[in-house]
């Protein structure tokens, strides 16, 4: 008997072949950028894509303080951080974020769609959230991806 030429590749990490992508989140609504960014970042685009390996690009978001939410979301969003101590609850709403930290808005939702392992912290750190347009990536060559 033959054996099979047509069996299923698994691509390990070490010689996944990764991009640079460079998103801008300008007026781009922020559930929906995360979701894509997420998928780039698990490698789900590419016909290589292994759930147990970590295959994904690497992705640069510009402009995270321009990103948007739809309805009433930037009065009553809230964020929650425990201290793990009695009452050490604190509540932070989304333009209070916007205001002090906006990129943790876009860190948040991706990281909140990512593997909740080794794997998906992996994954977050080939995350690079900045605010304005400037990055320190360039030697890299990002290419630019828009979700439209």
């Not at 979301?73 to 964020?79: D, L, N, R, S």
């Not at 951080?81 to 604190?90: A, E, I, T």
């Not at 991706?110 to 593997?115: D, E, F, Q, R, V």
């Not at 990536?137 to 991806?145: G, V």
């Amino acid at each position: 008997m033959n054996t099979l030429s047509y069996r299923t590749e698994s691509v390990s990490a070490e010689k996944a072949v990764r991009k640079w992508y460079i998103v801008d989140a300008e007026n781009q609504v922020t559930g929906r950028l995360c979701a894509n960014i997420a998928s780039l970042l698990r490698g789900k685009n590419k016909p290589s894509y292994t759930p147990h390996a970590d295959t994904g690009d690497y992705v640069i978001v510009i402009n995270a303080e321009k990103v948007r939410f739809t309805g009433k979301k930037w009065q009553q969003k809230e964020y929650h951080n425990h201290s793990h101590y009695p009452g050490g609850l604190k509540i932070t709403l989304a333009e209070e974020m916007l205001e002090k930290h906006p990129e943790r808005i876009i860190e948040r939702a991706i990281k909140g769609m990512l593997p909740k392992n080794k794997l998906g912290r992996a994954m977050g750190k080939k995350l690079f959230v900045y605010t304005g347009t400037e990055h320190p990536h360039q030697a890299q060559k990002p290419e630019t991806i828009s979700f439209k």
